[in-house]
Each structure stands twice: as C-alpha cells, then as structure tokens.
C-alpha cells in the first residue's frame, strides 16, 4: 500500500511532463498515419514546446528555492547537519573537552580501540588508569592497539617529517628525531606487556603494528569515538555510541587492526617490577621486533623508564575549558 501511494505522488508531481510527452506522442503518431493535415500537424508543435519550456521553467525555481533553504538551514548552529541527518550525532571538540571526554570514558568503559602514532598519551595516561578503575570495580578491560611499526624506520622517518614540517616555531614537534620516534613505540608496547603480565586477569590485549602513517589518531570507547589530531590544541571530533557513525567506524578500525602485524603477545617474556633493559630486549626479541645496533644501552634504558612513567605528555598544553558543539 505504501508503495503505491508513493508512486501515485510521484505520478501526480510529475503530471505536466507526462502530459508534454503524452501530446508530443499522438502528435507524433497521428502525423505518421497521415490523420492530421501537414499544416495542422505543425501548428500543434509551439503548444507543445511552450508547455515544455514551462515545465522547465517551473522545475529551475523548484531547485533554486531547494538551494535557498539549504543555504538558509546551512547558516544556523545544526543546520547543515540537519539537512544531513536528524539528531545531534557528531560533535566538535577543542581543548580540555577532548580531554574531559576522554577522562569520562576512562571511568567507565570496558573496550579501548586506539590507532593512531607511538601511542604515547596511551601508555602514560589511558592504560594505567583504565586498569585502576577495573582493578576497583573488578571488572575487565579489553584494549586493540595499533601503532606504528618501529622497525620500519622509513615509515617512522616520514611519521616524524610530517610532524616536524606541521609544527610551528619553537613547535615540541620540531625536536622528534627518527630515534625518539622509535623509542615512544617501543616504550608502549613494553608498558602493555608489562600491564598484560601483572593483571593477566583483568586485561584482554592486542597489538598490531601498522606500515602506514595517518595525522588523526582515533581512541574508541564503549561510549564515543573520539578523533584527534597532533594534541589537545588542535579540534577534534566526539562521535556518539548511539551514532549512526559509530559502528561502521567501529568495523573500519577494527578491520584496519586486523590487517596489520599482530604481535603474539601470549609468547611474551617475563617482565620484573620494573622492566629491565634486558628484559626489555629479550621481550622485543621474543615478539618479533627485536632491537638493532641503532639503540645503544642508555635508549633501552629509556625505552623501560618511559614505559611506566605517568607523566601527561600533554600537560600544560591543554587550553581553557570550551563546550562541545555541534558540527555545522
């Protein structure tokens, strides 16, 4: 029933073209049949191009003020994700409401999905508190990390060039070498051994090392999607659970992961409290990803001080508080 009416209304929008084509026609058939007189045949032709030349004209103003309420919509708050969807199903975040949002999800989400660079505010923020919380609420967490792969030195010097070449004057950026990049990846993968092995019955892990570089790293929670780009300074975007985005984002990063080089984790080696630089070379070896000639004592060193440090790499970097809004 739905059907029909539907193509009844269409039927009914469109009744002047099909009356142009409907004359257009007989006109047509009878001229071939020789029924109509030649003069008569040819008078009949400005009607019908007059009738189709309304047609036309009444379809442009029909488009155009289309385009004017779309312009209209498009200069208010919502408007142009109105026109787009219904409801509010993306947000836009500066400052400390990336962080506040981040926090909110570290007090209670179950799943962490993180893609993104070295996964340094990872390890020294999201990791260590998601396992207190679960350890207080005695629950589990799942975390699927994927981030570079450090061994592939090429993609870990573009990754720094990018970031080098966006930063501006006296930008933190500017001081990253290909070595430090290299140690941030290995001091995160080393911290989520370390916190698989000393709460094997809290936490599920999975690592997967990417040979591609992106300037957006996205962290998805059981409640939100959140993608950011070099910090706290620069916009992000909130994409809500109960988003139509949200679960095919969910797919896409998850299938992104699975295409990556997954670490046998469960093969890993064991970790003392703190790791050592033996330790830490052993483990990297175990895992497939061993240490070259390029790191030298003091860089395992601080590849295993920096993987259970808790210092925010973002602290004081963060600016004043600011409402999420809408993306428009």
């Known amino acids: ?7 009844l209304r269409g039927a009914l929008t469109n009744i002047d073209l099909g009356i142009v084509l409907l004359v257009g026609a007989v006109v047509s058939v009878l001229d071939l049949l020789e029924v109509l007189p030649e ?4 008078e009949l032709i400005l009607p019908v191009l007059a009738l189709l030349a309304f047609v036309w004209i009444r379809d442009r103003n029909r488009q155009a003020r289309v385009a004017d309420q779309i312009a ?4 208010t708050a919502d408007g142009m994700w109105r026109v787009l969807s219904t409801g509010d199903s993306v947000k836009s975040l500066n ?6 949002l981040l926090a909110e999800a570290r007090a209670g989400s179950d799943m962490w999905l993180f893609k993104g660079g070295t996964g340094t505010y990872i390890r020294a923020v999201t990791l260590p508190e998601c396992i207190e919380r679960a350890k207080r609420t005695r629950s589990r967490m799942r975390f699927l990390l994927e981030l570079l792969d450090p061994t592939n030195k090429e993609l870990c010097k573009a990754y720094t060039r990018l970031h080098q070449n966006l930063a501006g004057d006296g930008g933190e950026e500017k001081k990253w070498t290909v070595l430090g990049t290299r140690k941030d990846v290995y001091s995160t993968i080393l911290a989520a051994c370390w916190f698989r092995q000393h709460n094997s019955h809290l936490l599920d892990l999975k690592i997967g090392l ?3 570089i992106s300037l957006f790293r996205c962290d998805l929670t059981s409640h939100n999607l959140v993608i950011t780009q070099r910090g706290p300074e620069f916009p992000g975007l909130a994409i809500p659970r109960d988003s139509p985005h949200y679960n095919p984002w969910y797919v896409e990063l998850e299938n992104s992961l699975d295409q990556t080089r997954v670490l046998e984790i469960g093969k890993a080696s064991p970790l003392s409290s703190p790791p050592t630089a033996e330790e830490a070379r052993r483990l990297f070896e175990v895992l497939g990803i061993p240490l070259t000639d390029d790191f030298k004592d003091s860089d395992v060193k601080d590849i295993c001080n920096a993987a259970l440090s808790r210092t925010d790499p973002y602290q004081g970097r963060v600016p004043g508080p600011a409402p999420a809004a809408s993306v428009n």
């Open 95 to 100: 400052g400390a409401a990336i962080t506040r």
């Open 72 to 75: 209209a919509l498009s200069r």
């Open 1 to 7: 029933m739905t059907s029909v009416k539907m193509r």
């Open 39 to 42: 003069q008569n045949a040819d």
């Open 210 to 212: 990417s040979g591609t």
